[in-house]
Each structure stands twice: as C-alpha cells, then as structure tokens.
C-alpha cells in the first residue's frame, strides 16, 4: 500500500517539476461556494450538482413546493432554511420538478414545510454537514441518519443516498407537484417497470409562459434506474398510498420503493432527463451513463469544471477575491442549460419535436438551450462569453435561430422554446450583432441578420412573447409616448423611456452589422432610430424624462420614481443608458457636470452599499440613484472611462467589488438581488479582471475599457475555434487595497495613452501590464 500510495504523489511532483500538464493539477471549484447569495434566490440559483450550461441540474429544495405566483419571486432554496424536503433534477428559469427523496420511518408521501418539518417528508440538516461546490453537492439527513449525495453528466442526474440498518428505508419518486418556477401542475405520470425501471413525465404551466404564450406548457421527461431491487413498492397522489400499485397519474402523482438496508449501505439513482421523450430520457441516460459509477460522475464532474473555471487563471493573495471569482465565473456557465438530446432532438416552440442536423459522425451540430430574457447581459455574460467561452456563444445563437426557424421571431427569453419574454424588450439581435463583431460567425449569418432586423423594425403580427409591442409607437414618434395608465400587461404601456433607450441601443448594434454586411439602406434606418434617446433627453433638467405623444415632457415629474416611464429603475439610473452614444451625452450634460454628478450619485450610493443596502428584496434598490442588483445601472460606473476620469471608474468599479459583492449565504450578489443566471457573477468576473465593454461589443471598432484589477496575474486561455491568439495574460504591477489606480498601461510593450484596448488586439493574444499607484491618474 505505502507504493502504491507513493506512486501518483511522485508522478504529480514529477509532472510539476517537468512543466508537464501542470495546469490539469490546479483545482479551481475550492474557490467555488453555491451558498453565496443563496438567501431569498431564484430558482436556478442554487443547483450544486450540475454540469456546464447542463440539462441535469440536481440540487436540494428547502421550499422548492411552495412554488411562486409571478414566475420569479425567490424559492427553492434560502440559506436561512434548515430543512431540506427533497432533491429535484431541473432548476432552471420557469422550469422546475422531478424530485427525488430518502427517508426512513413511517412512509409519508408530501413535502413538509419548513415551519413544520414533521408535518410531510422533510429532514433537518446542519450546515457544518453540508458540502457544496461545483459539481457536488452532499448533505447529512438528520431526520432519517441518511447521507445524500448529488452530481450530474449533462444530461443524467446522480443520486447516492447511505442509509442506517432499517426495514423502512424508502426513495421517494415525487413527479406530480409544482417545484420551484414550474408553474402549477397539469397533468403527470409515472411507473414502476418490471425491469426496475421508474419513468415519468410531468406538464407544468410556468406563470411567464402563460403571460407570453397562453396555454403553452413545458412537459419534463425522466427514466431512472436504482442500483438495487426494492422490497416493496407503492404509488401516491399526494397523501392517498396505494400499496403495490406500479402507477401514478394526475396532480400529486409518485411511486415509493421500499429497501431493507444494512449500516450504511449506499443507494444510488442515475436519472436521464428530457424535453422530448421518455426514450430520449433512456438514451441520455444509457449514452453518458451507462456504466458510470457514482464515483466517477463525482470525478468527471469536478475534471469539466475545472476545465471550464481554469479557463482563467487569477492570482492573488485575498482569498475572499478569489471565492467572489470563481463563484461568479461558476454561476456564469451554470445557467441556460441544454434543452437538447444526446441525438438532436429538441421542444419546439408549438410543442412538436423538433432535430438539429447531425454532423458526419452522426452527433448534432449544436445544442438547443433555455434561456432567461437577455437584458442586460451585453454587460456582462455576453461580453464574457465572448472572451472565453465563445463556442457557447455560438451554439447559444443557433439555438435562438431554432426558435425563430420555428415561431417566426425571436425569443428575448426561452423555456422549453416556449416564449417568456419576461421583461417586454428583447435584445436577441443585438447579442447576435455583438457575436458577429467579435469575430464569432459560425453560424448562418444570413439568417440571423434577417431575424434581427425583423426584431428591430417589424411589428405586425408580432406575439406578445417576443416584445417590443410597442415598437410601432417608437417608430411613429421616434420614441415611444408615455401614457400613465392603460389596458393590459404593464410593458404594453407603462415604460416608454426605458423602452426608448432599449430599442435606440439595439437599433444602433444592428445598425452597425447592417454597415459590416453592406446593407446601406437598414444601416441608415437604424442609426436614426439609435438616436432616438435624444427625444427623451429633458436639457434643462439634465435628465431623460418621459414624453407625451403632442411632444411635452410629463408633469409632475419625479426623477426618484420607478415604474412610471421606466421598467425597474427611474430617472436617475435611466439617464446613463446611452451605451452606444456616450460621447453625446456627455458633451450635452457638460463635461464637469457629468463628473460631478455621477461622482457623488456613487458616493451616496456607497451608503446603501450601492444597492438596495442590507434589505432582502429583489426590487430593494429600485428607487435609488444607483442600482447595483439590477441591469440597468452596471455599466455606470464604467463611464468616466469616456469623461476624462478614468480614475473615477477604477475608484468606484473596485469599491463596488469590495461591498456590494460578498461570500455569505446572505450578503451575496447584494442582500437578495436578483442574480439572473449568472449576471451578477459575470460583471463581477469582468470587472475584477479591469476589462469592460459598455457598449457590449456592437461596435464597428470594439473595445474593452481598463479598470483596476483585483489580481496580480491573470491569464486568459482564448478559443483557437475562434481567435488567433493563445493567451492573453493580464499583469499588475504594486497592486494592493492602497494602490487602486492605475499610472499606466502597456499591450505588448506598446504604451497606450487612453483607457482602452482595442478587441482585435486582445483576442490575438499577448501580454497586458498595469502599473498600479495610491494616487488618481487620469492622462497616460
């Protein structure tokens, strides 16, 4: 044993030393931490066991049954909870179910809830037993002395639960209950086969699937296996048991087995999940599964995070800063996971199945994904996408032109290619745009050009799903009129800035793909309408404001109010969404007044810690003149970059690193925000790194502006798929806490005088160096 133990200790060292794979030894999920931000969270939030942008998301519920009204309000699980009451497979945005769960004892068959966990199935659970990171996630069931155990393949959940000794240990199936964003239940089935075998569906109607797209539903379809032959067996709906009955059908609807165990005897499930079939579920499960132990998912899982986390490396010496990293860049591929089969089959968006062409190996060209509403993320996730996980970036446009294919438009949001539109804009073109300027055009540019074009400037016969449904107002007044009061779902009427804003930035990133593409005609049309802004823009208050259809700004205008004229914001955070035309705004607010009154909005901001300060609420920050926790402010604390004080922006984009941002289960990504599939991570993953595009990379000559890194070191392995270059390697030179700003900035030894670097010359690779100091620096 001593030799064998020696061995591999003497191979890693060998290895090190000889500069061979060195890069396959690090482990970067130990600076992953699942339980950051997990009080009062989405749904998708907090899905520990899964892979990569997988399908298969495993994670524990502590209030995963009590579903939510609207479509996003927090559930599932809350770092405050101590009780878990199951372990269902899908987290994702409006989609949710399939749970699993042990328990020893007297059978119970609903979830208890967490102010009575002896009222249903439900254990409590310390959390010094808990173990959670990428990949993996395990818990100690006190209730029923049982281990639980989660990790995943893409497509394949796996389960190991160790029980005690006891004649009355049981693996619940529980298919037929809301969970989480699901939406109330429809209808489900499941059953026990003679070969062991339990399958299922279930067809739930998410809340934001029945506002976009009524009557739509998303079915879920799992085959699931149990490494041993159970001693007894039931089904249930609900509280009503039916001993020895192989299925279930309808609300409620689930199968029991029942095991004799021995001391710690381990079970495990492996469950293959779907969008299509329950012989796609077998296929996924038997193609990535078949013979993989628990073990070996647990290894293989941890090896692809690694893969995809190592894809930057960070040093530096504040741990916490690399914990806020890697858990950022974790929560940035974690969300929009597949919704496609190992054989190409994917849920088409009027419910039939749909397959994506297979290559000459017989393997589909591309994914399908769901995917959360869009906005904001060319401030974040696209733009980080961009940089290191372009082919995702890829797949992710094939997958939306799936849609259109299908529907006719596009979707700003998908579930099961059904439409959830969830904020009424939709800025799918403009991600298009934006990939295509970076240098990622595999795909069928045509196609995607026509579609984004369609979604800029076409109205009639648009559903509601794919919004925008006021962009005929917008294009007859050049600007969409406000109105303080109307009929019908309140983005049919209700933010007519923000939705000024919004298109004139799209029009502006199409515009300038229709200038690459050559279309002369589209390329005027939409670079009028980006200027559309201007019509809002109020000169003497220095603000943009609502305006009415006779052209006069509203009356009795509050710049502090929200949600009249602007969606999740107001005034004071609206008047800097001009990404594409900073220059402008800067010119018509004064050079010196845009300084001094974005300087002291951070400094009276830092005061609520940028956000909504210590309240747990999504919206807390809504009224404020800064919002961290929602998309519309987090490319502001970029701007001086383009007014002459880039110190300023290095000042308050390492400020917003440090408070805003924390490790604990409550102070997270804020206190409660919404963290939207990874956004908050990402800007954070951006930010900290020194790199940021406001203008999400739409235009003709992008580039990234500096700020001030958190790290040492850091190196950027790039795409050879894609990018010419091998690594770019970011360096900072006396970088501490007191030395914040930077005093200058070489690219490849090639001194630059402003605060920016060109994308092109990023993406080829080589070697960026900043020197830090304690003093502003604003001219280089």
Same mark, same amino acid.
């Given at each position: 044993?001593?030799?064998?133990?020696?061995?591999?200790?003497?191979?890693?060292?060998?290895?090190?030393?000889?500069?061979?794979?060195?890069?396959?030894?690090?482990?970067?999920?130990?600076?992953?931490?699942?339980?950051?931000?997990?009080?009062?969270?989405?749904?998708?939030?907090?899905?520990?066991?899964?892979?990569?942008?997988?399908?298969?998301?495993?994670?524990?519920?502590?209030?995963?049954?009590?579903?939510?009204?609207?479509? %996003?309000?927090?559930?599932?699980?809350?770092?405050?909870?101590?009780?878990?009451?199951?372990?269902?497979?899908?987290?994702?945005?409006?989609?949710?179910?399939?749970?699993?769960?042990?328990?020893?004892?007297?059978?119970?068959?609903?979830?208890?809830?967490?102010?009575?966990?002896?009222?249903?199935?439900?254990?409590?659970?310390?959390?010094?037993?808990?173990?959670?990171?990428?990949?993996?996630?395990?818990?100690?069931?006190?209730? #029923?002395?049982?281990?639980?155990?989660?990790?995943?393949?893409?497509?394949?959940?796996?389960?190991?639960?160790?029980?005690?000794?006891?004649?009355?240990?049981?693996?619940?199936?529980?298919?037929?209950?809301?969970?989480?964003?699901?939406?109330?239940?429809?209808?489900?089935?499941?059953?026990?086969?003679?070969?062991?075998?339990?399958?299922?569906?279930?067809?739930?109607?998410?809340?934001?699937?029945?506002?976009?797209?009524?009557?739509?539903?998303?079915?879920?379809?799992?085959?699931?296996?149990?490494?041993?032959?159970?001693?007894?067996?039931?089904?249930?709906?609900?509280?009503?048991?039916?001993?020895?009955?192989?299925?279930?059908?309808?609300?409620?609807?689930?199968?029991?087995?029942?095991?004799?165990?021995?001391?710690?005897?381990?079970?495990?499930?492996?469950?293959?999940?779907?969008?299509?079939?329950?012989?796609?579920?077998?296929?996924?499960?038997?193609?990535?599964?078949?013979?993989?132990?628990?073990?070996?998912?647990?290894?293989?899982?941890?090896?692809?995070?690694?893969?995809?986390?190592?894809?930057?490396?960070?040093?530096?010496?504040?741990?916490?800063?690399?914990?806020?990293?890697?858990?950022?860049? #974790?929560?940035?591929?974690?969300?929009?996971?597949?919704?496609?089969?190992?054989?190409?089959?994917? &849920?088409?968006?009027?419910?039939?199945?749909?397959?994506?062409?297979?290559?000459?190996?017989?393997?589909?060209?591309?994914?399908?994904?769901?995917?959360?509403?869009?906005?904001?993320?060319?401030?974040?996730?696209?733009?980080?996408?961009?940089?290191?996980?372009?082919?995702?970036?890829?797949?992710?446009?094939?997958?939306?032109?799936?849609?259109?294919?299908?529907?006719?438009?596009?979707?700003?949001?998908?579930?099961?290619?059904?439409?959830?539109?969830?904020?009424?804009?939709?800025?799918?073109?403009?991600?298009?745009?934006?990939?295509?300027?970076?240098?990622?055009?595999?795909?069928?540019?045509?196609?995607?050009?026509?579609?984004?074009?369609?979604?800029?400037?076409? %109205?009639?016969?648009?559903?509601?799903?794919?919004?925008?449904?006021?962009?005929?107002?917008?294009?007859?007044?050049?600007?969409?009129?406000?109105?303080?009061?109307?009929?019908?779902?309140?983005?049919? %009427?209700?933010?007519?800035?923000?939705?000024?804003?919004?298109?004139?930035?799209?029009?502006?990133?199409?515009?300038?793909?229709?200038?690459?593409?050559?279309?002369?005609?589209?390329?005027?049309?939409?670079?009028?309408?980006?200027?559309?802004?201007?019509?809002?823009?109020?000169?003497?208050?220095?603000?943009?404001?609502?305006?009415?259809?006779?052209?006069?700004?509203?009356?009795?205008?509050?710049?502090?109010?929200?949600?009249?004229?602007?969606?999740?914001?107001?005034?004071?955070?609206?008047?800097?969404?001009?990404?594409?035309?900073?220059?402008?705004?800067?010119?018509?607010?004064?050079?010196?007044?845009?300084?001094?009154?974005?300087?002291?909005?951070?400094?009276?901001?830092?005061?609520?810690?940028?956000?909504?300060?210590?309240?747990?609420?999504?919206?807390?920050?809504?009224?404020?003149?800064?919002?961290?926790?929602?998309?519309?402010?987090?490319?502001?604390?970029?701007?001086?970059?383009?007014?002459?004080?880039?110190?300023?922006?290095?000042?308050?984009?390492?400020?917003?690193?440090?408070?805003? #941002?924390?490790?604990?289960?409550?102070?997270?990504?804020?206190?409660?925000?919404?963290?939207?599939?990874?956004?908050?991570?990402?800007?954070?993953?951006?930010?900290?790194?020194?790199?940021?595009?406001?203008?999400?990379?739409?235009? &003709?000559?992008?580039?990234?502006?500096?700020?001030?890194?958190?790290?040492?070191?850091?190196?950027?392995?790039?795409?050879?798929?894609?990018?010419?270059?091998?690594?770019?390697?970011?360096?900072?030179?006396?970088?501490?806490?007191?030395?914040?700003?930077?005093?200058?900035?070489?690219?490849?030894?090639?001194?630059?005088?402003?605060?920016?670097?060109?994308?092109?010359?990023?993406?080829?690779?080589?070697?960026?160096?900043?020197?830090?100091?304690?003093?502003?620096?604003?001219?280089?």
């Amino acid at each position: 044993m001593r030799h064998l133990f020696w061995f591999p200790v003497y191979l890693t060292v060998l290895f090190v030393l000889l500069g061979n794979q060195a890069d396959a030894q690090k482990d970067f999920t130990q600076f992953v931490d699942p339980g950051i931000g997990t009080a009062h969270c989405r749904w998708f939030h907090y899905a520990p066991g899964a892979l990569p942008f997988g399908m298969a998301k495993p994670g524990p519920a502590t209030n995963g049954s009590y579903g939510n009204a609207s479509g %996003w309000e927090a559930t599932g699980y809350d770092y405050r909870d101590s009780s878990v009451e199951g372990f269902p497979n899908v987290h994702e945005f409006q989609v949710g179910g399939i749970v699993f769960a042990p328990i020893t004892g007297a059978l119970q068959t609903v979830p208890g809830k967490p102010e009575d966990p002896d009222s249903g199935y439900r254990s409590r659970f310390d959390r010094k037993d808990e173990i959670s990171t990428a990949g993996y996630y395990s818990v100690w069931l006190k209730d #029923y002395s049982i281990r639980a155990e989660l990790t995943a393949t893409k497509r394949v959940a796996f389960h190991r639960y160790t029980f005690p000794a006891s004649e009355q240990a049981y693996i619940l199936f529980d298919i037929g209950n809301q969970q989480g964003e699901s939406g109330p239940v429809k209808d489900a089935g499941v059953r026990l086969l003679p070969d062991g075998r339990i399958e299922g569906w279930v067809t739930t109607l998410p809340a934001y699937i029945q506002k976009y797209q009524p009557g739509a539903s998303v079915t879920l379809y799992f085959s699931a296996v149990v490494d041993k032959a159970c001693t007894a067996y039931g089904a249930f709906n609900g509280k009503e048991v039916h001993m020895s009955v192989r299925e279930a059908k309808g609300k409620g609807a689930g199968i029991y087995l029942g095991f004799s165990t021995k001391e710690q005897e381990a079970l495990t499930i492996k469950a293959g999940l779907s969008y299509t079939s329950i012989e796609n579920a077998r296929l996924n499960l038997e193609t990535e599964a078949a013979t993989l132990s628990f073990d070996q998912a647990r290894a293989q899982s941890k090896e692809t995070w690694n893969a995809y986390l190592g894809r930057i490396e960070v040093e530096g010496k504040n741990r916490a800063d690399l914990v806020k990293f890697y858990t950022g860049l #974790y929560h940035a591929v974690l969300g929009r996971g597949l919704a496609s089969d190992v054989n190409g089959a994917y &849920p088409k968006n009027d419910g039939t199945i749909g397959q994506i062409p297979l290559d000459k190996q017989g393997k589909p060209q591309h994914q399908h994904y769901n995917t959360d509403a869009v906005w904001g993320i060319y401030w974040n996730l696209a733009q980080l996408w961009a940089l290191v996980y372009p082919e995702y970036y890829s797949d992710f446009i094939k997958s939306q032109l799936l849609v259109y294919k299908d529907a006719g438009w596009l979707g700003d949001g998908i579930a099961n290619s059904r439409y959830v539109s969830g904020v009424g804009t939709n800025f799918v073109g403009l991600v298009f745009a934006a990939a295509y300027m970076a240098g990622i055009r595999d795909f069928d540019v045509p196609l995607a050009y026509a579609a984004a074009r369609k979604n800029e400037l076409e %109205w009639n016969g648009r559903p509601f799903g794919a919004g925008k449904m006021d962009l005929d107002r917008f294009r007859r007044y050049g600007y969409v009129n406000h109105l303080d009061s109307g009929s019908g779902s309140s983005e049919l %009427w209700q933010f007519s800035v923000s939705h000024t804003l919004e298109y004139a930035f799209s029009s502006y990133a199409v515009g300038q793909w229709a200038r690459l593409l050559g279309k002369k005609k589209d390329q005027d049309t939409l670079m009028r309408l980006s200027k559309a802004w201007e019509n809002v823009y109020d000169p003497q208050l220095k603000l943009v404001r609502p305006r009415l259809a006779n052209g006069r700004f509203i009356d009795r205008f509050d710049p502090s109010q929200p949600w009249r004229g602007f969606q999740e914001g107001n005034a004071w955070q609206y008047t800097y969404f001009v990404p594409h035309d900073m220059e402008t705004l800067v010119r018509k607010m004064g050079t010196q007044t845009f300084n001094n009154r974005l300087d002291s909005i951070f400094t009276i901001s830092q005061k609520a810690l940028f956000g909504g300060g210590a309240t747990i609420d999504a919206f807390a920050g809504v009224g404020g003149i800064y919002n961290h926790g929602n998309q519309p402010n987090l490319h502001v604390s970029w701007l001086f970059n383009f007014s002459g004080r880039p110190s300023l922006t290095q000042k308050w984009v390492r400020a917003i690193c440090n408070q805003f #941002y924390g490790t604990g289960g409550v102070h997270g990504y804020g206190f409660g925000q919404d963290e939207d599939q990874g956004q908050l991570g990402a800007w954070f993953v951006m930010a900290s790194m020194g790199l940021f595009d406001i203008k999400g990379l739409t235009g &003709p000559n992008a580039q990234m502006g500096i700020g001030s890194p958190l790290f040492n070191r850091i190196k950027i392995r790039l795409s050879p798929r894609f990018y010419s270059g091998k690594e770019l390697i970011i360096e900072t030179k006396n970088n501490d806490s007191s030395h914040i700003y930077v005093q200058s900035i070489l690219l490849n030894q090639q001194k630059m005088h402003r605060p920016f670097v060109p994308w092109q010359q990023l993406i080829k690779g080589g070697t960026l160096v900043l020197e830090m100091g304690s003093r502003p620096r604003d001219q280089y």
